[in-house]
């Protein structure tokens, strides 16, 4: 696919039609000509048809991004399905660790800044303190070990980068645990939830409107700015909770928004009482400080993020719920928060 100068830098976006990927979309279209990625098939996003990648496959991927040639690349693609990635290693590894890789190879080859979402997984999750960049890893599972491996093929690459751990993402776009609460508060009259894991939910509107503002903030010159600023940073909202709390807090906004919900109780029970083919971690604390210190920057909190996200997830949840089909990038969202300086 041929592309026409359009006299902004091109900012490259994979996993577009996912959750974080689908809100970059409205969030970058301030500061370059985004170009959306999906893995299959060419889907209309709103920022227009996507160029199709294979992320198993290096060399779909090297084409894919020397067709287009960004300033910019934006990894928001990724093999999100904790329990399912127990037995699917070799697919984990690929999305998770090797296409990252390949992807900053390429961008460390055309001179553009490459941003990637990582994980709180990369983590052993004991412990109550506050993790932060500097602490040592120790992933549980295959999930996480096949991020820390992706986050290691980045630096390896000696790209210009920033990779991003955020951590219990949900958004108005895809599946998420916000939307599992919905559609089981509808249905159930009593549920259980775990309540000794402690962790901030983040929405993928805090995600992508404040990567946006670590782009702008470069002024144009995000590969040199991140060639001197860059490394690993945490990336989640402020404050912590557990699961049990952020279902309650879901359940009242639910209400808020004249939801008529069946539960009448929520219980709390240990992880113990909700086994899973992958072991989680209960302390996913992540200390932002660093991201605060260099660039100035600070998600919201959880709860205030989850309120802004809240109206529009449940307008797409519930045009789901009835059998309307999608897209439903349609649905009204706030405009983009990001200053309109160009990359």
């Given at each position: 696919m041929a592309f026409k100068s359009s006299g902004r830098g091109r900012i490259l976006v994979t996993g577009a039609n996912g959750q974080v990927g689908w809100e970059l979309l409205r969030t970058?279209?301030?500061l370059g000509e985004v170009v959306p990625v999906t893995r299959s098939p060419e889907t209309q996003t709103s920022a227009g048809k996507s160029l199709v990648m294979d992320y198993a496959d290096p060399d779909s991927i090297r084409a894919v991004i020397r067709s287009v040639g960004p300033k910019v690349i934006i990894n928001a693609a990724a093999h999100t399905q904790v329990d399912k990635a127990e037995s699917e290693v070799e697919a984990a590894m690929q999305v998770n660790a090797i296409a990252p890789g390949v992807m900053a190879e390429e961008a460390r080859r055309m001179g553009a800044a490459f941003?990637?979402?990582?994980?709180?997984?990369?983590?052993?999750?004991?412990?109550?303190?506050?993790?932060?960049?500097?602490?040592?890893?120790?992933?549980?599972?295959v999930y996480g070990r096949s991020k820390l491996a992706g986050e290691q093929a980045i630096a390896a690459s000696g790209?210009?980068?920033?990779?991003?751990?955020?951590?219990?993402?949900?958004?108005?776009?895809?599946?998420?645990?916000?939307?599992t609460m919905l559609r089981l508060g509808t249905e159930r009259e009593s549920l259980s939830v775990v309540a000794d894991q402690i962790g901030a939910p983040t929405s993928a509107r805090?995600?992508?409107?404040?990567?946006?503002?670590?782009?702008?903030?470069?002024?144009?010159?995000?590969?040199?700015?991140l060639a001197e600023k860059g490394g690993v940073f945490h990336f989640c909202c402020g404050g912590e909770t557990s699961w049990y709390n952020f279902a309650i807090e879901i359940f009242e906004q639910a209400r808020m928004c004249g939801h008529e919900l069946a539960v009448q109780t929520v219980k709390p029970i240990a992880t113990e009482d909700y086994p899973t083919p992958a072991r989680r971690p209960k302390?996913?604390?992540?200390?932002?400080?660093?991201l605060k210190d260099?660039?100035?920057?600070?998600?919201?909190?959880?709860k205030a993020g989850l309120a802004e996200s809240f109206p529009a997830l449940y307008q797409n949840w519930k045009a789901a719920a009835q059998g309307i089909k999608g897209p439903h990038f349609n649905l009204p969202v706030p405009a983009a928060k990001s200053a309109s300086t160009t990359v």
């Open positions: 970058l279209r301030l941003i990637h979402y990582s994980t709180d997984y990369v983590f052993a999750g004991d412990g109550v303190a506050a993790w932060t960049e500097s602490d040592p890893t120790g992933p549980l599972g790209a210009s980068a920033a990779i991003l751990r955020t951590s219990w993402v949900y958004g108005v776009h895809g599946h998420n645990f916000v939307k805090a995600i992508a409107d404040t990567t946006a503002a670590l782009l702008a903030g470069c002024r144009g010159h995000a590969a040199e700015v302390n996913s604390r992540m200390s932002c400080a660093l260099r660039f100035g920057l600070a998600l919201p909190e959880w």
